[in-house]
């Protein structure tokens, strides 16, 4: 077992379960929401999806394959924990308003996250992640250009969710051909 198996193990069951909860209320959606909580549900579903395996996939190819400085774990597991906190805030959002705006808010901190990544001199990674960039830019564009528009924002993230899938398991095969 690699040093940080058992941790990449434990804080992605943790973000899996902390939405799973999430979810499940957004699913039982009360008051305002409830018309609409099967879109919404999907939305969500679509978004988070890829947060899950974009993290379990990088976090396995960059701290469990391979010997890492305990630093970029850390900094990673805090921001992969504020993901899940701010996904929480989409689903326990009492208005379509605060769904979308909770939304926003986890794209846009996502971009940022992957943009300072980007310019924060680390250590070098096996894998290709500046694609979430643009994949998270575009879904975050689309919650600002679609608005309430909630089937075309199913539709979007769909899209997404099925072009980030290719590129996360494209990566995670490349990488894993080039350590053998």
């Known amino acids: ?11 992605t069951s943790f973000f899996a379960a902390l939405i799973g909860f999430g979810l499940s209320h957004l699913l039982n959606a009360p008051g305002d929401l409830a ?11 679509l978004l988070f999806l890829r947060f899950l395996t974009g993290s379990a996939n990088h976090l396995w190819l960059e701290y469990v394959q391979r010997d890492a400085a305990v630093f970029p774990v850390l900094v990673d597991i805090i921001f992969l924990v504020g993901f899940g906190i701010i996904a929480c805030f989409v689903c326990y959002s009492p208005t379509l308003g605060d769904f979308l705006y909770w939304s926003r808010v986890l794209l846009g901190a996502a971009v940022a996250w992957g943009v300072l ?3 924060i001199p680390g250590p070098e990674e096996v894998g290709e992640w500046r694609w979430w960039i643009l994949i998270d830019s575009v879904h975050l564009i689309a919650f600002f250009v679609l608005k309430s528009a909630l089937v075309w924002l199913c539709v979007v993230g769909f899209v997404l969710c099925i072009v980030d899938f290719w590129v996360q398991l494209t990566n995670v095969n490349r990488c894993r051909r080039s350590t053998g």
């Open 1 to 11: 077992m690699q040093p940080y198996d058992a941790t990449v193990r434990a804080i």
């Open 35 to 45: 018309p609409q909580k099967t879109l919404l549900f999907l939305i969500a579903v």
């Open 117 to 119: 990544g980007q310019l």
